[in-house]
């Protein structure tokens, strides 16, 4: 996130709000948050998470069901 970007509009949600929402304990949040796998702002001692970047997390990480799948039988072949 840049500096001089609009957060007028952004709805933030906790750490905890995001554990509950994605099923998750709070350190697995915060460890996502340290890796740079989902941006969050700080105040203070606690973190933000914007809403819309909880989504775009979720959307990237919808699997494909329509992929090719290897039967069960495949992974035995040698």
Known sequence: MTHDQDFSNVKFL???EVAELMRLSKMTVYR???A???PA???GRSY???ANA???YLRAAVVDSTAT???PSSAHAG
């Open 48 to 50: 933000r998470v914007p």
């Open 36 to 38: 740079g796998e989902l």
């Open 14 to 16: 906790t750490v905890q």
């Open 69 to 71: 799948h290897e039967g």
């Open 32 to 34: 996502m948050v340290h």
């Open 54 to 56: 909880v989504e775009t």
């Open 41 to 43: 702002v700080r105040f």
